[in-house]
């Protein structure tokens, strides 16, 4: 046990100056110093709880992927029926249970209904996006299939969490991240957030900006009633805008929508000393909006935005510019926030705050500041303990300790971890538990000379004896640690990281380290009696 | 140098003499525990019960005005909130618990935060928030389940580790004293309604593996003492193992808990929960190492040739061959 080879000092020595190493930018930058960008600068991140800043955590509806999908099949449906040739008449379409069926006038059209929709139900990758089948001879139902819901959901959130860090970043804020969690939810961590509000208020907003046309005939008696017309939809007006309160119905197919935008401005409309919010559209969506506008000049439309109509001018000529301008309701803030929505893309789904933990700067600081103290005033009383009660023992002990903070503080910036607040609290458990080894080993080695062994096999046996229980108590804390990393969450988390890379450490300063330096000491000295 | 002995050489304590009085006391308060957490409940913070905690400075008062500020939080109609101070006179924590009807909103906990902090911002302008946190109905309910799903995992994996590692009577010992110290810590959280949030899951884990520390370290002591004596009777042998790891045991919660007492006093008001269940867990899981642990081996049979290799079925099929049996 006592034995060690050069090779095996030289090795030790290594591995422990490079863990601790790994620590000094760290501590560096701690301190308040600035750390060369040209060194390698492996550092532990402060969690939020320490940093200051927001994490939230979003969720998609993903019901609403679902539903949004299914227009998006009718449409595409009545579009293909159209243009066969000759044309296929189609009525009674519904998408209600969540499937999409309609009627074909005549029984003859069902083959060749079939052969032009069988290709549209096809998904990439050979995914069976949809079924179709024929019910009463001549209905013919399409039920979107598991796969393709999946599909759906996970091609929005893949573009619902980048337009998240478009919005992010149109804040100014540094350094944000944003991860996509399980199937319908993004976490984002900004650190050193002012203002978690703006942020909050930036991402509820969907930004799905439509252009519908306004279903003239409609009779005020039944919008009041809430009962739309056969192909119309009910949208109320948006709160703050020129008929508050009252509701409009509009056609529901055959509008725009406003997701391919090159460009989004807040403004004031110089004639009526409105905040307005100009857009342009590319050149698809500006041809679109043009052939809208050509077709019905004179007809009035609703500009709605996330179900909300925020006005419903009038087509007075074709707009053909490719541009156009959104006004009612907006104050000089909130036409600001919709043109930064609008230029980072409408999100494919609504996102719902589902979590949301805050921490000032302030706060964390001082955080920071009394976990510090109470860590140093602890390890002061430890050490003291330590050398009243073990002596020359007590100050390997100490000094094991000393390179055991380094050492988890080293691996903890080499691996990139995060420490958070409860992680101070685990750096002061791990202190208290790192001298436990070292209590067990001293205790060891004054029984065994209590029994009369000399001071080389006492000290041999007690290093031998103590670490199988050292071993097997650390083994079954790691499994309480795992634990703890895989079900909880945050926080939380970062407590289990320092209890499991700290009972790495532990073992190995308390157990390797001070062996070395025992058995160094015994060599060199040959003592015939050990003070412990 | 004179060195500190804490725990005199050759203690001789019997401290499984009064087993069965200790015994009845551990189930008398596992069971009073888990009545307090059925009668009572837990007082669960914002993690597990939903709604929003919001933690505020008031930088231009000496006292936070506690009063005015329950009845203006509850004049919101989301229930009582809860208003405490908070680590200093002049800030305050405030929480307003979720109302059941908007339970299953994902979006209500955000909201009623955000009423929240602006109506008070706008009663007690200069007020600095210092933290804010909200949780829906939803990610609460995750939260207890992925709790109770931690605690069972962690105490059936470290009981099977010491059976595999030890034998099947010291991985049950073990387990019984981790559900003593787990249910003990939650009677006190009951009784005393202190916040129960996922700091103190982290805090129960933590006490799980220290307080099986203790237990590990005294069934090494007696699996090497069975191995040793053999015809020592095992109260008496348990006795000795108590004994010889008696200043161990001391010294370590001694260092424990001078590391966690700075932390306690001086530390972050926001870790004080889970500073306050890992200390009391110190002391309840070394007595139920010394008093649960060691006792329960007594009961379930553990017995000096636990450790003999047994002859397995391969044994005693080449034994008959060689006409030995």
């Known amino acids: 046990m006592l034995d060690f080879p050069l090779w095996k000092k030289i090795w030790l020595w290594v591995v422990t100056l490079l863990a601790v190493a790994a620590a000094i930018p760290s501590l560096y930058t701690a301190t308040g110093g600035e750390w060369p960008e040209t060194l390698p600068s492996p550092t532990v991140n402060l969690g939020l709880d320490l940093a200051g800043g927001s994490h939230l955590l979003l969720e998609a509806e993903s019901d609403e992927v679902a539903a949004q999908r299914l227009e998006n099949m009718e449409e595409a449906v009545r579009a293909a029926m159209r243009n066969a040739e000759p044309r296929i008449r189609i009525g009674d379409v519904s998408t209600a249970n969540g499937e999409l069926s309609f009627m074909l006038d005549s ?101 799905q900006l439509e252009f519908k046309l306004v279903d003239e005939n409609a009779l005020i008696t039944n919008i009041q009633a809430g009962i ?36 989004a401005q807040s403004g004031i409309d110089p004639e009526t000393n409105e905040d307005v919010v100009n857009i342009q559209f590319d050149q698809q969506g500006g041809q679109k909006f043009a052939q809208l506008s050509t077709r019905n000049v004179g007809k009035q439309f609703a500009i709605i935005l996330d179900g909300e109509v925020l006005s419903t001018p009038v087509f007075r000529e074709p707009i053909l510019g490719g541009s156009a301008q959104i006004s009612g309701s907006f104050t000089a803030e909130s036409a600001n926030n919709l043109a930064i929505s609008l230029r980072s893309g409408a999100l494919p789904v609504p996102l719902t705050v589902i979590e949301e933990r805050t921490v000032s700067a302030e706060l964390g600081q001082d955080s920071i500041q009394r976990g510090l103290i109470a860590m140093l005033i602890g390890s002061l009383a430890v050490i003291a303990l330590m050398i009243a009660t073990y002596g020359r023992f007590g100050i390997y002990a100490t000094i094991a300790l000393f390179f055991n903070v380094l050492i988890l503080l080293g691996i903890m910036a080499g691996l990139n971890t995060t420490l958070t607040l409860p992680g101070i609290a685990g750096f002061v458990l791990t202190i208290g538990a790192a001298v436990d080894a070292n209590v067990l080993i001293n205790e060891r080695i004054r029984e065994e000379r209590k029994r009369g062994r000399r001071v080389i096999a006492a000290v041999e046996n007690g290093y031998k004896e103590a670490s199988r229980a050292i071993y097997d108590a650390n083994i079954t804390n790691f499994i309480a640690g795992v634990l703890l990393f895989l079900f909880g969450s945050g926080p939380v988390r970062g407590f289990a990281v320092v209890l499991i890379i700290g009972l790495f450490t532990s073992v190995f300063t308390a157990l390797t380290l001070t062996r070395m330096w025992v058995s160094g000491w015994l060599r060199a000295k040959r003592p015939s009696d050990i003070n412990v | ?178 559900f003593h110290d787990v249910s003990v810590t939650l009677g006190i959280f009951a009784i005393f309604q202190l916040e129960f949030s996922l700091q103190i899951i982290a805090a129960i884990l933590a006490i799980i593996g220290y307080s099986l520390n203790d237990t590990i370290v005294v069934y090494d002591r007696i699996r090497e003492n069975l191995k040793k004596y053999r015809k020592m009777p095992l109260p008496e042998l348990l006795d000795l193992s108590v004994n010889e790891t008696l200043a161990r045991t001391v010294m370590t919660s001694l260092t424990l808990l001078v590391a966690l007492l700075p932390l306690l006093l001086f530390g972050p008001a926001s870790l004080f929960g889970l500073v306050l269940a890992i200390t009391a867990g110190l002391f309840i899981g070394t007595y139920s190492s010394v008093y649960l642990a060691a006792p329960m081996l007594i009961w379930l049979g553990v017995t000096s040739d636990s450790f003999v290799p047994k002859e397995t079925e391969a044994d005693l099929q080449e034994k008959k061959a060689r006409g030995q049996v």
């Open chain 1, 107 to 207: 029984a003859a059209d069902i083959d060749r209904a079939r052969g032009i929709l069988e290709p549209m139900m096809q998904g990439q990758n050979l995914v069976r996006e949809w079924d179709l089948s024929v019910v009463d001879t001549q209905r013919m139902v399409l039920t979107p299939t598991q796969g393709g819901i999946e599909n759906a959901v996970n091609d929005a959130m893949e573009s619902a969490t980048e337009v998240v860090r478009r919005r992010i970043d149109e804040l100014g804020t540094r350094e944000p991240t944003i991860i996509r969690q399980g199937d319908t939810r993004i976490v984002v961590q900004v650190p050193g957030l002012e203002d978690p509000e703006a942020l909050k208020t930036l991402l509820g907003q969907t930004a």
């Open chain 1, 228 to 263: 739309a017309p056969p192909g119309s939809q009910i949208f109320p007006y948006a709160v703050g805008s020129d008929f508050e309160g009252q509701s409009v119905a509009v056609k529901r197919l055959g509008g725009i929508r406003g997701d391919s935008l090159t460009g």
């Open chain 2, 1 to 178: 140098m004179k060195l500190l002995k804490l725990v005199p050489a050759d203690t001789n304590i019997k401290f499984l003499k009064l087993r069965v009085p200790f015994f009845i006391l551990s189930i008398v308060l596992i069971v009073g525990s888990w009545a307090a957490v059925l009668t009572q409940g837990l007082n669960y913070g914002v993690d597990f019960a939903g709604g929003q905690e919001v933690r505020l400075t008031f930088e231009q008062r000496d006292d936070a005005p506690v009063g005015e500020l329950r009845q203006l939080v509850g004049g919101l109609g989301y229930g009582t909130p809860v208003v405490q101070e908070f680590g200093a006179p002049n800030v305050v924590s405030i929480r307003v618990p979720l109302p059941e009807a908007v339970e299953e909103t994902p979006g209500a906990a955000t909201e009623i935060g955000n009423q929240v902090i602006s109506m008070i911002n706008e009663e007690y302008p200069g007020v600095r928030t210092d933290g804010n946190e909200t949780v829906s109905g939803k990610v609460a309910g995750e939260f207890r389940q992925d709790a109770v799903l931690a605690l069972a995992l962690a105490m059936l994996g470290v009981a099977m580790y010491i059976w595999i590692r030890f034998e099947w009577q010291f991985g049950a010992g073990a387990l019984f004293a981790l």
